[in-house]
């Protein structure tokens, strides 16, 4: 009996005590010291931003901007090409994003607009069949300012492309090798665009030809819709100097600003600078193939149209001298010109010439250009 009451207590106690354990433990995490309780609200913080950055809270404040890659298209074992975005905006553009400059969204958008500011790149490179990734990357120059001082003014959106390679079809490989084989002529056109250069576009067009222009940066600014239209059917943009110096004469900054912003105005306008340069008056320097940095293409038929200002004289000249592989030389900015152009374009192609542009002239004939190059013709040897 005493022996049970013992034990019994014995049991009683230890219990307690394990009972007075159990509390003392629950105690302990109840109790929030100081740096817990520090940790616990950094965190609650945290959570907080990025909760507020990824869902995108206080929405209508925040300008949102899409920079989309285009899709793009080639044939396995050509060049790649040159690849594009296209942005958008939703929203409030006159956002001030940078008090001390007055930069907008506005500005962010043209910079965009401009090129600049991302890459786009693709794991394609174009020696195998399928479709690859174009993927649209900001530069730590725009992402660095949109993740930080501007984050609760604008977003940037990128959105990827598709790169598709395709094989290349018996049809297409026909058509690109009649291509090199027929007699091609590059018609080319200075001075411009002017209030004729549409109709002259048209008649390229509805001819499935192409030509050269060699504009004033001067004149692109004015005449948008025609460099924008010269580009979807395939003509080539040249660089003919801002205003028309003669180049040689200017000093170097000087004779770089005019090559600089002729090709910034076409690039504004069509995604890309001039492939190619035409000094006024063909007026060149050995100075000038250090410095130009692009191709330069003379001639090697001048019609003299713009002196004569006489359709029939302008036609009349090219078909008297011209060859397999030339390059001619008129002036858009002239009705006469336009006339004799779109006569000369039927009147070529009767005679089986493919009408082209210089860089797919020189292509066929197996030329390279080289920036600071002078090139007057491409001719088969
Ligand atoms: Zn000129």
Redesign the pocket.
């Known amino acids: 009996m005493r022996k049970y009451n013992l034990k019994r207590r014995f049991k009683k106690a230890r219990a307690r005590s394990r009972a007075m354990a159990r509390r003392r433990r629950k105690r302990s995490r109840n109790y929030l010291s100081p740096a817990k309780l520090g940790a616990v609200c950094v965190i609650a913080v945290l959570v907080m931003v990025f909760v507020t950055r990824a869902t995108g809270l206080f929405k209508d404040n925040v300008v949102e901007i899409n920079l989309a890659a285009q899709d793009a298209e080639m044939y396995v074992g050509e060049d790649k090409p040159v690849f594009m975005a296209e942005i958008t905006c939703e929203g409030d553009t006159g956002v001030v994003l940078d008090e001390e400059t007055e930069y907008t969204v506005q500005n962010l958008v043209d910079e965009l607009n401009g090129g600049n500011g991302y890459t786009l790149e693709s794991e394609g490179d174009g020696t195998e069949v399928g479709e690859y990734e174009i993927k649209a990357e900001l530069t730590s120059a725009v992402s660095t300012p949109l993740n930080t001082d501007w984050f609760d003014k604008v977003k940037v959106n990128t959105v990827p492309g598709t790169l598709k390679v395709k094989e290349i079809d018996e049809e297409y490989r026909a058509s690109v090798e009649a291509r090199k084989n027929r007699p091609m002529i590059a018609l080319t056109f200075?001075?411009g665009p002017g209030r004729y250069t549409m109709k002259l576009l048209d008649a390229l067009e509805e001819n499935n030809a192409q030509a050269t222009f060699?504009m004033?940066g001067q004149n692109v600014e004015k005449f948008g819709d025609e460099v924008a239209k010269m580009k979807e059917i395939g003509c080539e943009l040249g660089n003919?100097s801002y205003n028309?110096p003669s180049l040689p004469k200017l000093s170097t900054d000087e004779m770089k600003a005019q090559i600089e912003n002729t090709n910034n105005a076409i690039k504004e306008i069509t995604g890309e600078p001039a492939s190619v340069l035409?000094p006024?008056?063909g007026a060149t320097s050995s100075e000038m193939s250090e410095t130009v940095g692009m191709p330069m293409v003379l001639w090697s038929i001048d019609t003299l149209d713009w002196k004569t200002k006489d359709t029939q004289a302008t036609i009349d000249h090219v078909l008297q001298n011209v060859s397999d592989g030339d390059i001619v030389l008129m002036?858009d900015i002239y009705e006469t010109t336009v006339d004799a152009a779109i006569e000369l374009i039927k009147k070529l192609q009767e005679q089986g010439y493919y009408l082209v542009t210089v860089s797919e002239l020189a292509e066929s004939r197996g030329y390279e250009l080289a920036d600071g190059e002078k090139y007057y013709g491409f001719y088969n040897e």
């Open positions: 200075d001075d060699f004033l003919h028309h035409r006024p008056y002036h």
